[in-house]
C-alpha cells in the first residue's frame, strides 16, 4: 500500500458521523480491522465518556467506530453531533497503551477439538497450530455478541483461510479460545458458535461473581500461554473460587 | 405475616421478568433486554403507582396463570390484547384489578398482539444483576435465576403493595392502540451498502413477519434485497430496532435481546415510538416500512413520553363484562359505582 500524497492523511480526518435510528450516533474512523483505527475510536469514547454529556447513556467501541446511545428528548441530534465531532478533534491519536495479559490456554485435544480440522485447512501440523497460536501477540478491539466475548486481532496470517463453519455448532463449554475469518475470540458464555475451538482457558473474561466483572480493557494485549490438563484443572478450581489467574505482565 | 407475593401457577415459554433494560454494558457484551413493547410495559407500572421502568411480568403467546399468596395483590394488565378471566370471568383489557388469595387470574393470547405485561402495586422483590431485573435468557441474566419464569415461582411483592382495593377497572390508554399496518424507519447507518432502487423497494414491497421470530430479533419474508457489494462488513453498534440484511437478503429487525454488536450491513433502523407495535406483530401479519426523519422520530417519541406524564385513567368494568353474582362474590358493588377516578 502507498497512499498518494493528495490523499489525505487517515489520521487527520474526522469520523463519519452516521445515524442508526433517533436514538444512536455513530462515529465511523474506517472500515476495517486496523490499530490505529481502534485508537481513535478508545481515544474517543475516553472523551465521551469524560464528557459526560446529559442524555448521552452510553458508548460501544468496536472495531472501527463508537456507537453512542442517548436520549433525544434530552440532548439533540445537532448538538450531540457537534461534540461529537470537536471531542473527535480535540482527541490524542491514542488515549492510552493498553495493558499486556498472558492468559492461560490448554490446548489438549478434548479443549482444542477442531486444531485438527485447522492443521488439515491450513496445512500445518497439530503442534504448529498450538506454537503460532500461543506465539502470537493480540490486541482485545472490542466485546460484543455476549457477555465477556473478546473480538481480538492479530490472528498469525497462517490461519487467514481458516473461515467459518458452514453450520454452528451446539454450545460451546464456557471460556474457550477459539478462530475463525481471520480473528481470533475468547468466549466466557456458552452459547452455540460458528467460530473454530482452539483451547479452553481457565480465566473468566466476565464474571458476575468476582471483582472486576471484567478483566481487560479494550485496548489491552494479551498471549496465551500454553498450559497441560493438570495445571487447567488447578487454575480452573482457583479461577471458579473467584481468583483472577491471567497475569498483567508489567510494561517498560 | 409473610409479605404478599404472587405465584406463578403455569407459564408458557415466552414469560419473562422485565424492567427497563440493563444499561451501562453493552460495551461489554451485555444485552440490555427490557420489555419488547416498553409503552405498554410503562402503562401497566403507572397503573399501579410504579415507576414506569420498574419491574413487570412480559407475557408472551404462551399465557400465563396466577394466585395471590398471603395477602391481596393489586395488578394492572396492559398490552396485546389477551383474553383475560378471573375465576373464569371474562375480563376488558388494559384494566388493574385486586387479585384475592384463592382467587385464579389467566391471560391467554387473543387474535392479536404478542405481548402482554402484568405490573403488580410495589413491583417485586428480585436482586438486580448489573442494576437491573430484565431477564436475557440467552446469558442467564436477570428475572428470579437467569431464565423464563416458570410455575411455582413466587414474586415477593415490594413497599407500597397496600395500595388498596381495587375494583376491576378498565385502564384508559389509547396510546396502546396504535398502528401496525406502517413501520416507520430512519434509513441507516448502512443504507449505502445497497442501490438506490433496493432502497425503494425495501420501503415500498410487503414485509411480512416470520414465525421464527424471537426477542431477539423479528425475521422479514418477502422478496429478498440485493446488496450492491458484500454483506459481511466489519462488526459494529447495534442499536435496538437495527435492521440488519444478511447474505440471502431477508431482513432481521433486531429486537430487545440483540447483541450489542454485528457484522451484517443495517439499511434502516425502526423508529423508537414504533418499536413497540412493530413487536406486538403476530407471525404471518403483513406491513409496510415507511421512511422519516430524525425530527419525526423523535416528535413521535415526545408524544409517547408526554402520555406517560398524566396518572393512567380507569373506569369501573361494571355489567358489560361482570355478572351481579360475581361481583357479590367479590363483595365489590359497593365500590364499583363511583366515577372514574385517576390513581396516582
Redesign the interface.
Known amino acids: 500500500m502507498s497512499p498518494s500524497p493528495e490523499s489525505p492523511a487517515p489520521e487527520r480526518s474526522g469520523p463519519r458521523l ?7 450516533l ?1 462515529a ?1 474512523f474506517g ?3 486496523d490499530p490505529t483505527i481502534s485508537d481513535r475510536v478508545l481515544a474517543l469514547d475516553a472523551s465521551v465518556t469524560a464528557r459526560a454529556l446529559p442524555g448521552v ?11 453512542i ?1 442517548y436520549d ?2 434530552v440532548i ?2 445537532a448538538t450531540l453531533a457537534a461534540e461529537v465531532t470537536a471531542l473527535a478533534q480535540a482527541a490524542p491519536a491514542q488515549a492510552r497503551r493498553g495493558a499486556l495479559w498472558t492468559i492461560p490456554c490448554c490446548y489438549d485435544p478434548e479443549f482444542g477439538e477442531d486444531i485438527a480440522t485447522i492443521a488439515a485447512t491450513t496445512g500445518l501440523t497439530p503442534d504448529d497450530v498450538v506454537r503460532l497460536h500461543s506465539g502470537a501477540r493480540y490486541r482485545l478491539y ?8 473478546c ?1 481480538l486481532g492479530g490472528l498469525p496470517e497462517a490461519f487467514a483461510t481458516v473461515s467459518r463453519r458452514l453450520k454452528p455448532r451446539p454450545p460451546h463449554p464456557p471460556n474457550v479460545v477459539m478462530m475463525a475469518g481471520g480473528l481470533a475470540s475468547i468466549a466466557t ?1 456458552s ?1 452455540p458458535t460458528g467460530w473454530f475451538l482452539v483451547g479452553r482457558t481457565p480465566e473468566r473474561m ?1 464474571s ?1 461473581t468476582r471483582t472486576p ?2 478483566l481487560l480493557d ?1 485496548g489491552d494485549e494479551l498471549m496465551f500461554e500454553p498450559i497441560d490438563r493438570a495445571t487447567f484443572d488447578a487454575l480452573e478450581a482457583r479461577a471458579a473460587a473467584g481468583e483472577v489467574v491471567a497475569r498483567r505482565e508489567p510494561q517498560p | 405475616m409473610s409479605t404478599p407475593a404472587l405465584r406463578i401457577v403455569a407459564a408458557g415459554p415466552g414469560t419473562t421478568i422485565q424492567d427497563s433494560g440493563r444499561h451501562g454494558y453493552l460495551r461489554f457484551g451485555v444485552t440490555g433486554a427490557g420489555p419488547m413493547d416498553a409503552l405498554a410495559h410503562a402503562t401497566a407500572n403507572l397503573a399501579v403507582g410504579n415507576a414506569p421502568g420498574a419491574s413487570a411480568i412480559e407475557v408472551g403467546l404462551g399465557g400465563l396463570s396466577l394466585a395471590a399468596d398471603d395477602g391481596p395483590v393489586t395488578l394492572a394488565i396492559a398490552g396485546a390484547p389477551f383474553a383475560v378471566t378471573l375465576d373464569g370471568q371474562k375480563l376488558e383489557t388494559p384494566l388493574v384489578l385486586t387479585l384475592e388469595p384463592g382467587a385464579a387470574l389467566s391471560l391467554r393470547a387473543g387474535p392479536t398482539g404478542a405481548w402482554c405485561y402484568v405490573a403488580a402495586a410495589g413491583s417485586f422483590v428480585l436482586a438486580p444483576v448489573l442494576g437491573s431485573t430484565a431477564t436475557h435468557t440467552r446469558s442467564g441474566l436477570g428475572g428470579l435465576d437467569g431464565g423464563p419464569l416458570k410455575a411455582g415461582d413466587r414474586l415477593p411483592l415490594g413497599a407500597g403493595a397496600e395500595l388498596g382495593h381495587t375494583a376491576p377497572s378498565r385502564l384508559i390508554a389509547p396510546w396502546l392502540e396504535r398502528s401496525r399496518d406502517v413501520v416507520r424507519v430512519v434509513l441507516g447507518p448502512q443504507d449505502d451498502y445497497f442501490a438506490p432502487e433496493v432502497v425503494e423497494r425495501f420501503l415500498t414491497q410487503p414485509w411480512t413477519l416470520s414465525g421464527r421470530s424471537d426477542r431477539m430479533g423479528y425475521l422479514l419474508e418477502g422478496e429478498p434485497l440485493t446488496h450492491a457489494g458484500g454483506f459481511n462488513i466489519v462488526s459494529d453498534g447495534i442499536a435496538h430496532g437495527a435492521i440488519q440484511v444478511p447474505g440471502e437478503g431477508l431482513p432481521i429487525v433486531q429486537m430487545a435481546d440483540r447483541a450489542p454488536t454485528g457484522g451484517y450491513p443495517k439499511i434502516a433502523t425502526v423508529i423508537g415510538a414504533d418499536l413497540g407495535s412493530f413487536a406486538q406483530l403476530r407471525p404471518g401479519a403483513s406491513f409496510r416500512f415507511a421512511a422519516v426523519d430524525i425530527a419525526t422520530a423523535v416528535a413521535a417519541r415526545r408524544v409517547h413520553a408526554e402520555a406517560l406524564e398524566r396518572p393512567v385513567e380507569r373506569v369501573p368494568l361494571i355489567r358489560t363484562e361482570l355478572s351481579s353474582e360475581f361481583l357479590l362474590g367479590l363483595n365489590l358493588v359497593g365500590g364499583v359505582v363511583s366515577a372514574k377516578a385517576p390513581i396516582a
Open positions: 452516521l445515524d442508526a435510528g433517533e436514538t444512536a455513530v465511523e472500515n476495517e480491522v447513556r452510553e458508548s460501544v467501541p468496536t472495531y472501527r467506530s463508537l456507537m446511545h433525544p428528548l439533540d441530534r472490542m466485546y460484543g455478541f455476549a457477555p465477556g466475548f473480538y458464555v452459547m466476565f458476575l466483572t471484567v479494550v
